[in-house]
């Protein structure tokens, strides 16, 4: 998707972490039914998603850098979710409607887990 910023996908694996390229989600969900997901219905709202390395820390700076993602967040397009419901990509615009005191945010949700695009990878592994 050109102007999108180059993202990946997390989820820890025996050596590290599979990782899925949200270019690729974006693609294999572009034909996917778009529903509204109550933010309430959203578990990683109370759980740690960024700050989780050893050496991710929140810094002052490092909340602003999501917080002016978050501003900027296009709330048009839909989050995505695997088929447990569990957020791949969209942590910007869900946190976007959620301080804008929405209770929802569009959403698709893949009807089966992608094969990962990495496996057994430290995110700094990876192209940016």
């Known amino acids: 998707m050109p102007g999108l910023r180059r993202q990946y996908h997390f989820r820890p694996s025996r050596n590290g972490y599979f990782a899925w390229d949200v270019s690729r989600l974006i693609d294999l969900s572009a034909e996917l039914p778009v529903f509204q997901l109550s933010l309430d219905k959203i578990a990683e709202l109370d759980e740690l998603w ?14 602003g850098n999501h917080v002016r993602l978050m501003v900027q967040a296009d709330t048009d397009f ?10 791949m990509d969209g942590m910007h ?17 893949l009807p089966q887990m992608p094969d990962p695009d990495y496996t057994d990878v430290q995110p700094s592994d990876l192209p940016v």
Request: with cysteine; proline share 10%.
């Open 78 to 87: 839909p989050v995505i979710v695997c088929p447990q419901g569990r957020v």
């Open 50 to 63: 960024w700050f989780q390395g050893e050496d991710d820390r929140p810094t002052p700076r490092a909340i």
């Open 93 to 109: 615009r869900i946190l976007k409607a959620l301080t804008s005191g929405g209770d929802s945010v569009k959403a698709v949700q």
